[in-house]
């Protein structure tokens, strides 16, 4: 809902001296009250829903409905856990304590994906040990995020001004949960009207799709732990230099990664349903949702910067706009749509309501905030890299040798991306120049 990037944008403000550090404090800790209450509410509402929503909502003859309930309690539980560990964790990147969220967000992811195989080989392979361990994990994540954090958050003694932040918070919070909502009815709308229409069997098809495509969201938090931070405490240092070349740099990194991604999910999807599931029969259905998904979550990924650009100047009103018409066009669209083109339909739609999105709406948001780059950002920025990665990826595509050993399709695959992403990189303006400027400073060093 935007609360952790509103807390970092918070502490950093603080670190940079634009907020006294009693000011920050009370308004991170309003924030944290408002967290706390939400998680509650998460937590007790799928609880009261679990059963009609397993009665009612979720088709299947292989569970119970008093089962599929229990899950549904659980996975409440483990997402309840799972946004608090967020407050914490945005806590330390306002004060870009990266080295400390590296090391517990390995620590944690490892044991929540690999955690479980000792489970399924020794002890049980129901949904229910695979979430209990989930909802474990995510306690215990919980913990070690929030002593980590205890050190640099002192206790507000007085209450009166903890009561008078959260007046002056709720503007912005409210602000941030209404794009966040925007956000989540745009990338989940299609997959909620696809659970009312196909079969459990098939919607888990379309869930293989989009667990692919969503690999491309990989780079958002990295770029919100990392990027976001820093963008926040240049523009409130008024370094502005340094902040559009922080801005321009981050972006085209960015589109390199995030069309890496998706375009090699796009143009390898049929191989890469293969090399997952090794069923022959599951390609037809699920490759063309996977090959749209990929290439709609690129163009949606891209435009997380100028979102950035936004939230570091702490004024959203030109994102809610973009984003509200942007639903209202994509909501009727797949109802239309879906019903008579399924999954794939759905993701065709995604793909080019994102596109129009990023073509039109992108230079109205630099005209605002950063006018010198209104139409440079995208042809300047964006475009080159992506035009070459495609190219690349393309080529490596139709020279790919047929029926290859899963082992070397997957090898093949991996070197197209490698290759595809490092020249993106020498295409693009701003990331050529960073990477010769880091190898002369490397290659010195050395002589020296």
Known sequence: MGLTPTL???????????????T????????????????????????????????????????????????????GCTSALRWLSGMYRGILAGLEEQQKINKLSAI???????GPIPIFIFISTTPESFLIFQLFTSALELAAFSISSHDYLPKLKKSRQLLLSLRETIPMVSSMAFLNGIWILQTQTDKFILSGILSLNNYGHLTLATAVASGVFVLIAPMNQVI???????????????????????????????????????????????????????????????????????????????????????????????????LFISIPTLLIVTPNFGATGAAFTFFTTNMLFLLAWSPIVHKKFIPYLQWRWLFLDIIPPTIAIASLLLLSSLFMPDGLWTPLALVWITCSMVLAGFGGILSGRHTCQYILKEFSIARNQNNV
């Open 24 to 75: 920050a404090i009370a308004r991170v800790q309003s924030i944290k009250w408002i967290i706390r209450t939400l998680a509650l509410v998460i937590t007790l509402a799928t609880w009261l829903c679990s059963d009609l929503i397993a009665a009612y909502w979720i088709s299947t003859e292989k569970f119970s409905t008093s089962s599929i309930s229990t899950y549904l309690s659980l996975i």
């Open 8 to 22: 970092s944008r918070e502490i950093a403000r603080m670190r940079a001296k634009e907020l006294s550090p009693q």
């Open 108 to 114: 944690f992811a490892t044991l929540r994906f690999i």
């Open 228 to 326: 976001q931070p820093r963008l926040n405490y240049l523009l409130a240092k008024s370094e502005l230099k340094e902040f559009i070349q922080l801005y321009r740099l981050s972006s085209q990194f960015s589109a390199i990664g995030f069309f890496t991604l998706g375009i090699s999910a796009a143009i390898f999807s049929e191989e890469i349903i293969y090399i997952w599931t090794g069923k022959k029969e599951l390609i037809n259905s699920i490759s063309p949702v996977l090959f749209w998904y990929g290439l709609a979550n690129s163009t949606m990924g891209t435009m997380l910067m100028p979102f950035m650009l936004q939230l570091a100047h702490g004024k959203l009103k030109l994102h809610a706009i973009g984003s509200s018409i942007l």
